[in-house]
């Protein structure tokens, strides 16, 4: 006997809408689905009426946590397409910002695994904490979440000696901090009772799935993109990609505690060989007819973002593939065979970014199965007619 | 007696629901971050709630996409009178960057009605809870 469970869009263990609805067979998954949608936007086509600036601050606001990630990649592409390159003391600071970001994220994300787990003080102690990280944040950017500070050609603030000394300091005090996690959450034994053995994904599975960022380290894939392919000053900068060969949640906490102190280590390392000089060049207006391909190591995983110029100001088509579209597929694997109580832990472990995730894809027509381009007024008649016009399916149907 | 007793309670003690109906997720982690112990709303008697059943103000972020909106009205039915909106966020006022876009309606009051706006993109925490006081303030002299 199986029951099909609606589990969101709006659910408590879910911050974000989506919505999953899971087969049960009395408490063991048999399988899941995912229901998306339900926070896409539409900023690919919004991208295409915006001019090349006007796109960072819109691919910003992509995603609130990862806004750093979004922007850079789409930066990093564009110089590309117009042909320059940002001085080395802009992408110093880029890349700095860039880690404080994974630094937040990351601690963001153990407090809500935390909280998953049922460890409340635990979440509380890290969010307490990432407030530094934010405060650095605001001093170097004026901001707390959207920093604004990439601009095409390289960064719009530099950073003084008073700004570099107070990271400095704090980032003792959080090295300090993430280390007392790191030993409460590899040893705490109610924790690790919680996670260990949770949302197994073995390392073929992981490869095959094509999972990225931490889900695919804390299999044993040593995958890194700022390692593989190096981008900016990356491969000037002394780092190790952490893995994990548990292929559970515990896995997946342990890469990202051992990725924190990674980060303090990259950062101390940008701020004492900060080079001097400008922090950006003047961009062109207009780009060339080409296309790129931009790939950015996000703290969720491979970031990549394709951008298509047609010679005018304004990009011709943008896809932004976000870490954790490409981690679905392995969740759902992770979900079948566990039990209901560990659904949100398990989808907490991908630290999904639902917004980042609601990507429109192409239309395809039913009857010809022919893809074709739309314009946005039409698009948006479609989707007046879809939401306004056909009966409502009713979203939960008890199955009693 | 028993009207003072309800608002007294209602006063110490607003639950609020979080809905995110397309937001970024900037304003949640903010809406989140307020309720940790830097900013801590929870010393006003505010506690995050997990269904609209319980709540007496639902915290709205995001620009309502198509999506989302029937969805929206249904929490909103959900909750128990009296209810209390607050539009959080640019998205929530008016849309912000995404205003034009196909799938957006574009600001929360074009469904339901809202009591207290709060602007930024996104809002600080501390913006957060100045609304929070606001709406009290508000709902103080709705009552007298
Ligand atoms: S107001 Fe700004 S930060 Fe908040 S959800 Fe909208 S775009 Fe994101």
Redesign the pocket.
């Known amino acids: 006997m199986s029951f099909e469970i609606p589990i969101g869009p709006q659910h408590p263990a879910l911050k974000e809408p989506i919505g999953v609805r899971v087969t049960v067979d009395g408490e063991i998954i048999r399988d899941a689905d995912l229901h998306l949608g339900y926070n896409h936007r539409g900023v690919e086509k919004l991208a295409e009426q915006k001019n090349w600036t006007q796109n960072i601050y819109l691919m910003e ?1 992509i995603c ?1 946590i990862c806004s750093h990630s979004h922007a850079t990649c789409y930066v990093q592409g564009v110089e590309k397409l117009m042909e320059i390159e940002p001085p080395k003391r802009g992408l110093f600071i880029r890349i700095l910002v860039s880690e404080l970001e994974r630094v937040h994220s990351h601690l963001l994300w153990l407090g809500v695994a935390g909280h998953e787990a049922g460890f409340d003080s635990f979440f509380m102690y890290v969010w307490r904490d990432r407030e530094i990280v934010m405060d650095i944040l605001e001093t170097i950017s004026g901001n707390r ?2 920093y604004a500070i990439n601009t095409i050609g390289g960064v719009r603030r530099d950073l003084d000696e008073l700004q570099a000394k107070h990271i400095l300091d704090s980032l003792e005090v959080l090295r300090q901090r993430s280390e007392y996690y790191q030993k409460l959450g590899t040893t705490e034994p109610s924790f690790v009772a919680r996670l260990a053995g949770v949302g197994y994904l073995s390392k073929e599975d992981a490869i095959e799935l094509c999972a990225v960022g931490p889900t695919l380290r804390a299999s044993g894939v040593p995958m890194d993109v700022r390692k593989d392919d190096p981008y900016a000053v990356y491969d000037e900068v002394p780092f190790e990609v952490c893995t994990a060969d548990t292929c559970d949640v515990l896995g997946r906490t342990v890469v990202r505690i051992k990725e924190l102190m990674q980060s303090y280590n990259i950062i101390e390392y940008l701020l004492k060989n900060l080079p001097d000089g400008p922090i950006a060049v003047r961009a062109p207006r207009r780009a060339k007819p080409n296309e790129v391909v931009s790939r950015y190591e996000a703290p969720r995983g491979e970031n990549i973002h394709y951008i298509k110029s047609n010679g005018t100001d304004k990009p011709e088509r943008l896809k932004v593939r976000a870490p954790t579209l490409a981690n679905y597929a392995a969740t759902i694997k992770m979900l079948k065979n566990g039990f209901i109580a560990d659904v949100p832990l398990i989808f907490a472990a991908i630290d999904p970014c639902i917004c980042c995730a609601e990507r429109s894809v192409a239309i395809v027509e039913e009857k010809t199965q022919q893809e074709r381009i739309v314009t946005m007024s039409s698009l948006r008649e479609l989707n007046l007619k879809i939401t306004n016009y056909q009966a409502r399916k009713r979203e939960a149907e008890w199955p009693l | 007696m028993l009207q003072k007793l309800t608002q007294w309670s209602r006063l110490k003690s607003p639950w609020i629901l979080h809905l995110n109906t397309g ?5 949640d982690i903010e809406v989140v971050a307020a309720l940790t112990p830097r900013f801590d709303v929870e010393r006003f008697g505010i506690l995050l709630e997990g269904t609209p059943r319980h709540a007496d103000v639902i915290i709205c ?3 309502a996409t198509r999506q989302m909106k029937d969805r929206l009205i249904r929490v909103y039915e959900q909750t128990p009178d009296p209810k209390f909106v607050m539009a959080v ?4 006022m008016s849309g ?2 995404y205003r034009g876009a196909y799938n957006i309606i574009g600001g929360i009051d074009q469904l339901i009605p809202v009591d207290v706006y709060v602007p ?4 600080r925490p501390d913006a957060l809870i100045e609304g929070v006081v606001k709406l009290l303030d508000k709902i103080k002299q709705g009552a007298k």
């Open positions: 606001r609130g979440v959207h | 937001a970024c997720n900037a304003c972020t995001g620009p966020g640019a998205c929530a912000c960057v930024g993109c996104p809002i």
